[in-house]
């Protein structure tokens, strides 16, 4: 268990929230990819993790 989920979770949220390979998005100018795929991650333990 990480952060109360299972491994399987944790992969499916990865693979959910991940942003396509570029280095910015277009909807975030500025922000690295890794950095919005960061957040997404954070959010989802935020609002409580539904894999």
Same mark, same amino acid.
């Given at each position: 268990?990480?952060?109360?989920?299972? +491994?399987?979770?944790?992969? =499916? &949220?990865?693979? @959910?929230?991940? +942003?396509?390979?570029?280095? =910015? &998005?277009?909807? @975030?100018?500025?922000?690295?990819?890794?950095?919005?795929?960061?957040? @997404?991650?954070?959010?989802?333990?935020?609002?409580?993790?539904?894999?």
């Amino acid at each position: 268990m990480f952060c109360g989920i299972t +491994p399987r979770e944790a992969k =499916e &949220l990865c693979d @959910r929230t991940r +942003p396509g390979p570029v280095a =910015e &998005l277009p909807e @975030r100018p500025g922000v690295p990819a890794y950095e919005v795929w960061r957040q @997404r991650i954070a959010s989802a333990f935020g609002a409580g993790v539904s894999a």
